[in-house]
Structure formats: structure tokens, C-alpha cells
């Protein structure tokens, strides 16, 4: 029988929640770093019992944890991200220039084809690279040195590289993105960057035409048909179908285009998920909490609300915080910011909260174990 | 011997006690308790210090015989009484966030 794990990092530890096929019943573990805050854990699809976790916080800074057992046990691997050379400076929000400096990990990303690979993607934005399980790491320098780098300005939640998604396809492939810069796309492995922003409109830039600045918020793509991608830029959801060169927006009916969010059925390449909230600043629809769908590739979407509360509920959904599984009838999990972890057997089309009272949940990785 | 205690989310990180008894070869500073300390525990590293500036973290402390010693040069010799062990070389989170 096929089981499921999910990979939840809180703000105040990870937690791993376990079930057989039928995704009922659910075992949980954890708190694993308690007190510490856990951007990202994420498995290696060639080997699911090896994790990585990003372990940080104000006091201590930056560690990243990894098990080779499924998360029975951890050990703390390389913690060193050295930016190359004279990393010079970005913008800050004012305007002002400050130094390039390494804050944190937000995301991991375990190659598909190598093991020992895994993909950092960090804050102030960078993108690192270890060969060898996460005991060292080399940045991948192309990407910020690249022309519009000392241009790039963070969004409200840090100048991070929050995005990583290995084309499956095509090999060499890499797409980034970065707030508050855009999506950024590698045909050689990492070594070379172009922008791929073309499309994007944001009110707060003044300049219509502006190559970079624009605060995405997650992409993602189906693995059958990866030059499709998906995107939840700060305001707007939007659509690729030529690899990133161009976008296009199908916000369609949604009843607010602001969100984080965004993610692909496993096996329907033009079933998205987004969960809309109101604005920057009101984060959250109205007391309801609403996942919406669209079969048709974006433009329409029906509200998901069976077994989500629809009164007086204010939480939110952050960019990492939803995945799905690849189980024949697909599996659908978002954690919020209350510390619920809310799935779907069934697509979207039902949900139950699978644990309600964690930490303020940052990321949800999900995997599909045979 | 030093004497070393580490608050708990540091003895979590390395696997250890709260409090550790150091090697320290040498002049005994807080730079060279550090450095014995990140050798003896790898996972340490990056932890009390920046590992690119090797400063203090501005959210770590030192005491030293009851004395916050966080601001003095990390080459200063430090105490008789924590060279001896007979006090311990405290490592203290700073209270903040609340």
C-alpha cells in the first residue's frame, strides 16, 4: 500500500505527519528543532528518506539539518553560504544601497537526477548548490551577478529566493523566482541568468515595461509539460506558454487576485490551486477560508470551501504552504498561518483539518511513498 | 578545564550537556573558547558567531564571573576562576522578541 508524508516547517519547529493511501488517519512527529523556526523541509525524490531541513533563528542563525531515514533522526550538515566574490549591493525599500548579506534558507531543492544534489535557495537572494548532501555549498554567482542585480529590492518578507523548479524536461532548465524581483531562467544548469518577466504588470512600478522588480510570489508547473508555468504574483495570477518569455494573466473570476499560492494537480496539467486573500495588508477573504480551482488552465475557478471553516476564520496561506501528492486520486494540503494543516483526498473537492494547532505553519512539502 | 554552559537551544544543536567541560590550549579568551568549542562540536559553527566576520552574534552574551564580558576584545585573558574551572564561562541567549 502506497503511503503519504507531509513535511510541515512552522515558526516553531517541523513537524511530519504520516498516513497509508486512504489519508484519514494520521500520525504525527514533531516538533523536530523545537523553538526554532523552519523555513522549508523537503525530500529528495530519488531517495525520500533523505530530507533537508532549514533550521534557523534570530539568535543562533542558520543551520540545515538532514536525515537519511525519513526524519527519524537529523543531523546538522555545511552551514556555510559564502556569497562569491565582492558580492557589492542590491537596493534596499528606500532606495538606499546595503550589502549583499546572508540571512536565511527558504527553500530546498533535491535534484531529480543526482542524489548527492540539492538546490538552496536563500535570503538576501542567491542560489546555492551542494554536491555533497548539504555538507558544502557554492553559489551559483551568475544568477546575482547577473545585469539587473544590484537593482533587486526586497519585498516585504526579506529579498529571498523563494522558487526553485528543475525543468523536467529540458535539460539545463532552471526557473527562480524572487521577491522583489521576478522569475529569472537558466538554459545552462545555474551558470547564466536572463529575466523572464515579460507580461508582468505591477502598479507600484512606474516604468510598465520594467524588466525586474515585480513581487512573485510562487511559480509551479506540471512535469509533463513544463514550459507551461503558473504564477502568483503579489497581485495577479498569471500564465506562461513559451518557457517564461511572455505572461499573460488568468485571474479570470477569482474574487481577489492576491495571493501566495499557487500549484498543479499531479496528473491534470491544467489544474491549478491558488487561495486568494483580499490585499497586502488584509490577509484573508472575509472570515472564509476558500481554495480555488480552475480546470480549464486558469481564467475559471470554482470555490473549494466542503470542510473549510467559512465563519470567522482569518489565516493565511504563505507561498510554500501547499502542495499535492501523485496518489491516483490526487491529495491537496495547505498549512496556514493559524496552524492548521487542512488536506483533500479528493482533489480539492473535500477537506479535513488533519491537525489544527501547530505553530504558524511556513512550508508544506508532500510525499508520495510506494 | 573550562567550564562551558550553553543555553538549551545550543546543547540541542550539538548533542551535548548544558554544561561542557573544554580543552582550551594556550591563552584562555573568548575567542579561544569559542574556536575549542566549534572544534569540538562542528555544529556550532555559525552559531555564536557570524561565520564570515566571526563577530559575536548581537543576540548572544558572555559572562564571565558574573560580569557580561560580551563587549570586551575577544583576546582579553580571561578570569583565574574560569581558567580553573572554578567558575563556568556562561553563554546566554539575549531575552528579546517578546
Redesign the interface.
Known amino acids: 500500500m502506497a503511503a503519504v508524508r507531509i513535511l510541515a516547517g512552522t515558526r516553531k519547529g517541523a513537524f511530519i505527519l504520516s498516513s497509508d493511501e486512504r489519508r484519514k488517519d494520521w500520525d504525527v512527529s514533531g516538533p523536530h528543532?523545537?523553538?526554532?523556526e523552519v523555513y522549508h523541509v523537503k525530500g529528495s525524490p530519488l531517495n525520500p528518506d533523505r530530507l533537508y531541513a532549514s533550521q534557523s533563528?534570530?539568535?543562533?542563525?542558520?543551520?540545515v539539518q538532514r536525515s537519511d531515514d525519513g526524519g527519524r533522526s537529523w543531523n546538522?550538515v555545511g552551514?556555510?553560504f559564502?556569497y562569491e566574490g565582492m558580492p557589492g549591493t542590491h537596493q534596499f525599500y528606500d532606495g538606499s544601497l546595503r550589502p549583499w548579506e546572508?540571512k536565511r534558507v527558504w527553500h530546498f531543492e533535491p535534484s531529480p537526477t543526482a542524489e548527492e544534489e540539492v538546490f538552496a535557495g536563500v535570503e538576501d537572494a542567491a542560489l546555492f548548490l551542494s554536491k555533497d548532501g548539504g555538507m558544502t555549498w557554492g553559489e551559483l554567482s551568475g544568477l546575482r551577478e547577473s545585469d539587473s542585480g544590484p537593482l533587486w529590492a526586497p519585498g516585504a518578507g526579506g529579498l529571498c529566493l523563494h522558487t526553485i523548479v528543475l525543468d523536467s524536461l529540458a535539460a539545463g532548465r532552471i526557473f527562480v523566482a524572487i521577491s522583489a524581483a521576478g522569475v529569472f531562467r537558466s538554459e545552462d544548469n545555474g551558470l547564466t541568468w536572463t529575466p523572464s518577466n515579460k507580461g508582468l504588470v505591477s502598479e507600484y512600478i512606474p516604468d510598465p515595461q520594467a524588466e525586474v522588480g515585480h513581487c512573485v510570489h510562487k511559480i509551479a508547473t506540471h512535469k509533463t509539460r513544463p514550459e507551461v508555468l503558473f504564477m502568483q504574483k503579489h497581485w495577479d495570477v498569471m500564465r506562461s506558454d513559451n518557457a517564461g518569455q511572455n505572461w499573460y494573466e488568468i485571474s479570470g473570476n477569482l474574487p481577489s487576485d492576491f495571493g501566495f499560492v499557487i500549484d498543479v494537480h499531479a496528473h491534470e496539467p491544467d489544474t491549478i490551486y491558488v487561495i486568494p486573500i483580499k490585499s497586502d495588508s488584509e490577509h484573508f477573504v472575509d472570515g472564509s477560508l476558500q481554495v480555488f480551482r480552475s480546470r480549464t488552465g486558469g481564467y475559471e475557478w470554482e470555490a473549494l470551501i466542503n470542510g473549510l471553516p467559512q465563519r470567522n476564520c482569518y489565516v493565511n496561506v504563505l507561498r510554500d504552504a501547499l502542495a499535492v501528492d501523485s496518489l491516483d486520486s490526487c491529495g491537496v494540503y495547505f498549512g496556514t498561518s493559524g496552524g492548521q494543516i487542512y488536506a483533500s483526498a479528493d482533489s480539492g473537492d473535500s477537506w479535513q483539518a488533519i491537525v489544527t494547532d501547530l505553530p504558524s505553519v511556513l512550508s508544506v512539502e508532500v510525499q508520495t511513498l510506494r | 578545564m573550562i567550564r562551558v554552559r550553553m543555553p538549551?537551544?545550543?546543547s540541542?544543536?550539538a548533542g551535548a550537556e548544558r554544561e561542557v567541560e573544554l580543552d582550551v590550549a594556550g591563552r584562555v579568551t573568548q575567542k579561544a573558547i569559542v574556536d575549542a568549542l566549534e572544534l569540538r562540536f562542528?555544529?556550532l559553527?555559525?552559531?555564536?558567531r557570524?561565520?564570515?566576520t566571526m563577530q559575536r552574534?548581537p543576540?548572544?552574551r558572555f559572562f564571565a564571573c558574573g560580569e557580561d564580558i560580551s563587549h570586551q576584545s575577544q583576546d582579553l585573558e580571561l578570569p583565574d576562576a574560569i581558567i580553573s574551572g572554578k567558575e563556568q564561562f556562561l553563554i546566554v541567549?539575549?531575552i528579546?522578541?517578546g
Open positions: 528543532f523545537p523553538g526554532w533563528n534570530s539568535w543562533f542563525g542558520q543551520h546538522p552551514n556555510l559564502s546572508f | 538549551q537551544h545550543l540541542a544543536l562542528p555544529a559553527a555559525g552559531a555564536l557570524d561565520p564570515h552574534r543576540f548572544v541567549a539575549a528579546s522578541g
